[in-house]
T-cell receptor, first 112, second 113 residues
Framework: QKEVEQDPGPLSVPEGAIVSLNCTYS??????FMWYRQYSRKGPELLMY????GNKEDGRFTAQVDKSSKYISLFIRDSQPSDSATYLC????????????FGTGTRLKVLA | NAGVTQTPKFQVLKTGQSMTLQCAQD?????MSWYRQDPGMGLRLIHY???????DQGEVPNGYNVSRSTTEDFPLRLLSAAPSQTSVYFC????????????FGSGTQLSVL
């Protein structure tokens, strides 16, 4: 069993929809969580960073952590065709960039 | 401000050949790292450096060497290429090893025949 699991998709939604992207994990010690967005043939870029449980909002993006269920989510409101990309989750038990475990990514397509 | 620059963008090698993937950043970042990205595997850390002259192994270091003689450059050397090293390679940097925001380059797509 992988430490971090992500549905690879693709997930196709119409423009304007609310998108929910999810990761599950097995290590209960994880407490640092990140979401990256990766456009085709580009490097990932950091979208959201959260520590421990709770929600964090940034514009149309909301990151949610449920440590009791070992489950994190990224919600995208009013999705746009420009949101079409692969979304990677990453997590770690300790602070330190080199300690992060990345998910395999979920490919999202937002249809105009 | 170019950020993280990787060269080449594409490379085809024959088994047994050696080559160096170049990575340079102009943000004065202390921390630099190399990842490989394979279908169904996610990003996996190969080597990292917390500052000039300091390097360490990541999750999948075998078959790769690194050095960090300057703050700006962090080349990745494939000593004797194998088909299992066919992958997309990303260089990434951050202000420090404890700063979670990684800046990634655009990647090098490597095929080993």
């Amino acid at each position: 069993q992988k430490e971090v699991e992500q549905d690879p998709g693709p997930l196709s939604v119409p423009e304007g929809a609310i998108v929910s992207l999810n990761c599950t994990y097995s290590n209960s010690a994880f407490q640092y969580f990140m979401w990256y967005r990766q456009y085709s043939r580009k490097g990932p870029e950091l979208l959201m960073y959260t520590y421990s449980s709770g929600n964090k909002e940034d514009g149309r993006f909301t990151a949610q952590v449920d440590k009791s269920s070992k489950y994190i989510s990224l919600f995208i409101r009013d999705s746009q065709p420009s949101d079409s990309a692969t979304y990677l989750c990453a997590m770690s038990a300790q602070s330190g960039t080199y300690k992060y475990i990345f998910g395999t990514g979920t490919r999202l397509k937002v249809l105009a | 401000n170019a950020g993280v620059t990787q060269t080449p963008k594409f490379q085809v090698l024959k088994t047994g050949q050696s080559m160096t993937l170049q990575c340079a950043q102009d943000m004065n970042h202390e921390y630099m790292s190399w990842y490989r990205q394979d279908p169904g595997m996610g990003l996996r850390l190969i080597h990292y450096s917390v500052g000039a002259g300091i390097t360490d192994q990541g999750e999948v270091p075998n078959g790769y060497n690194v050095s960090r003689s300057t703050t700006e450059d962090f080349p990745l050397r494939l000593l004797s290429a194998a088909p299992s090293q066919t992958s997309v390679y990303f260089c990434a940097s951050s202000v420090s090893a404890t700063n979670e925001k990684l800046f990634f380059g655009s990647g090098t797509q490597l095929s080993v025949l």
